[in-house]
Nanobody, 111 residues
Framework: QVQLVESGGGLVQAGGSLRLSCAASISIFSRSPMGWYRQAPGNQREPVATITSGGNTNYADSVKGRFTISRDNAKKTVYLQMNSLKPEDTSVYYC?????WGQGTQVTVSS
């Protein structure tokens, strides 16, 4: 059974940084596209950053220049480095590897 275990969320002041991690127990990790998504209360889940198996990345306009997605195929882990955090980044963040979703981790940015 595939499991995605997320970590790294928490409470941070505006301007601060957090790094989210998502460890996946999936045999085809290196060939899977993956990404980070977020969902705030009352809103739809939206993509934040994605990375292909070849390492090509894409970011939502709202996070460009502040967030960086990366992957470590040897550790079967995908990361989201979040810098210069803003209160509007407050949300539950979900990782997705292939067709599988993590359980979500809360990120709260105080002003």
């Amino acid at each position: 059974q595939v499991q995605l275990v997320e970590s790294g969320g928490g409470l941070v002041q505006a301007g601060g940084s957090l790094r989210l991690s998502c460890a996946a127990s999936i045999s085809i990790f290196s060939r899977s596209p993956m990404g980070w998504y977020r969902q705030a209360p009352g809103n739809q889940r939206e993509p934040v950053a994605t990375i292909t198996s070849g390492g090509n990345t894409n970011y939502a306009d709202s996070v460009k220049g502040r967030f960086t997605i990366s992957r470590d195929n040897a550790k079967k882990t995908v990361y989201l480095q979040m810098n210069s955090l803003k209160p509007e980044d407050t949300s539950v963040y979900y990782c997705k590897v292939g067709f599988y979703w993590g359980q979500g981790t809360q990120v709260t940015v105080s002003s």
